[in-house]
């Protein structure tokens, strides 16, 4: 799980996607402590850092559908599965 400096929390599945078929841009990876520093359009940067899962809010609920595993944030209402798409 990765959090990120803008309150969401990602999954690298989540990440990946983003950087390999959508607007994120990846500008640095520091693996030994798993952080990411991604561009975001607009030219807004994201620092996404490494956290163990057990530590998410309760308002963050990992699901699995089939091959995708995301982070649903519960809290918002109206949109299913928007959380940890920006």
Known sequence: ML???NGRYYTAKQVQAKLECGPWRLCLRERRSERWLVELPGET???LTAVEPDSLPRWAEIRVEGETTRVVDTRRRGSPG???RN
């Open 45 to 47: 940067l994201l620092l």
């Open 82 to 84: 928007r959380a940890g």
């Open 3 to 5: 959090a990120g400096s």
